[in-house]
């Protein structure tokens, strides 16, 4: 499959993170990474987007026969929490009629927060589209008094404002159409999972990518149950048929990797290194519009995620619920307004940007990368909270810094080079201000010395994916499988040999006396282990109490070591195992001893 890419713009692709997807995705899509690369700038580029969660559960919203539902906070499962049956669910279509639905107004409130693309659910579990399909009279057009298609005025405001489109589609999950999964409670769903693939899957999919201009972005939900490989490869066939070029996301299930990784409602520690990723998040707490869900997430606590997520080379798919008669619920367009004005001042710092350089996420803030097309870079340290000293260091910075702006201000900003990192002046003026954001142009693309580094506590932290390991050792947890849900903390596993070891190179501008705390899991049969941990001829060691299991982690003082100046290098060997190994091993923290 080959893409129309300029070589100019290949060279532009960051250094930094470009993903390095699994080669089975790159076999499914039949590209090179150089393709895969071209293919995803666009959406590495835009970092923020809208996701729509817009059905007949707008109309109940949570409430059924004047009592709420118990959903789970998810508003569109309304059908199944009160296991309502098809043919009394199916009369909320005679109800619907959007009459105040603006596509334009939608598409203008996204792109004025700075969002870039918007994904709309076309067809969620109820089984209801919200577009006009010959495969099923179960549609907007044809079952409601509206009578028209909302996804054509959407893709013709989208195009009008540059807004890519993508479509969210529940290709399993169908509690209304005979064959598709996840109604238990109405025998009308009963049929046969090939003819609902066949006759409802597959041509409805093939209406919403052919019948709306480019879709960018195809959004499967809830994978597996009906849809085995041998389906999904019908229904891949048909995508690709479709639009080769489109994201296809990780959740259609029977094997398929897909482009994205999709974590829900909570951003991944350090995001998914080498791959793209987008974390799904709703305003308040449910997807559909929840007439009693009042509790919407401050604006900055969403701005600040946006910085998080662009930091960790990710995006951030923001969502609405609107209601039954078409508008997004006030609450949410304030956010938007709120989220688009710190956005018109800092976007700089966000779209067009890759992931920090950093292998630790500062304390005060979240730092983005841009790689500029004559060699040089801008960091941009999006700062939260300055730090009470004034200054924001750079550890492990090698590069010279030419200057540095405060985004949307004229005052300058003054930086200084120290042995191996740069520190950052924070004007007087805005020492007490918050979320804002400093660009800093470098010469050359950033480097930054690979040894750990005091952070502006004189604290080192050693992160399980800075260690050079020794067999059988090795690295797990943090970003998890699908991510979906979130998995344990990133850490050191399969310890169960004394030859594994783990170091980590340390730099310290002075000779430091450090408290050696460490983060570790370990069940009851490894109690009695003793890990040794040592710089040079010094050690300390730990003698393993359980912490009740391998993912339950809690933080130990291991003991005092003198760190030297210059560099070092910490390492921790097994002396004695009990039980399979002695611990799962987390973070490493060298704090200034207080004793
Ligand atoms: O069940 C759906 C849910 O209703 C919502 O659409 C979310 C959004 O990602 N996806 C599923 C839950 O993971």
Known sequence: MKLKTTIAKLLLLPLIATAAPEPASLAERNETLAERDARMEWFRDAHFGMFVHWGLYAVPA?????????????AEWLMRAGKVPIAEYSELAKEFNPQKYD?????????????????????????????????????????????????????????????????????????YHPGGHGNNWDPASKGDPEAYVDHIVIPQLKEILSNYGEISILWFDI???????????????VVYQCNPDI??????????????????????????PGKDWEVCMTMNKSWGFAKDDSRWKPSRDMIRKLCDIASKGGNYLLNVGPTDLGEIPDPSLERLAEIGEWMKI????????????????????????????????????????????????????????????????KTGVRTTSEDQAVRIEIPKSYRNKSDFVIALLLKGTPHVDASSHADQSGSFTLLPRQAQLTKPLRLDGASGSSGLRGGIEEHLSHWTKPSGTASWNVTSKTAAKLDLYIRIAAPEASDGSVIEFSIGNQMVELTIQSTGSWKKFTEVKVGTLRLPKGKSVLTVKAKTIHGEAPCNLGTLRLSPSRN
Request: net charge positive.
């Open 103 to 175: 596509a334009d107004q939608w598409v203008v409130a996204a792109k004025n927060a700075g969002m870039k693309y918007i994904t709309i659910t076309a067809k969620h579990h109820e089984g209801f589209a919200m577009f006009k399909s010959k495969a099923s009279a179960y549609n907007i057009v044809d079952a409601t008094p509206y009578q028209h298609d909302p996804l054509k005025d959407l893709a013709k405001a989208c195009k009008k404002h540059g807004i890519k489109l993508g479509l969210y589609y529940s290709q399993n999950l169908d509690w």
């Open 346 to 409: 800092n976007s700089k710092a966000i779209h067009g940007t890759r992931a920090s350089v950093f292998p630790l996420l500062p304390k005060w803030g979240r730092l983005t990368t841009r790689l500029l097309p004559n060699g040089n870079s801008i960091l941009y340290a999006m700062v939260f909270n300055p730090p009470k000293d004034g200054t924001i260091l750079l550890p492990g910075l090698m590069n010279t810094p030419v200057k540095a702006v405060l985004l949307g201000s």
């Open 247 to 272: 994201i296809v996301n990780n959740r259609l299930g029977g094997g398929y990797k897909g482009d994205i990784q999709t974590p829900e409602q909570h951003i991944p520690p350090m995001g998914f």
């Open 223 to 237: 994978p597996n149950g009906v849809i085995n490989k041998a389906r999904a490869d019908r229904i891949m066939k």
């Open 62 to 74: 949570g409430i059924w026969k004047g009592k709420p539902t118990k959903t789970n906070n998810c």
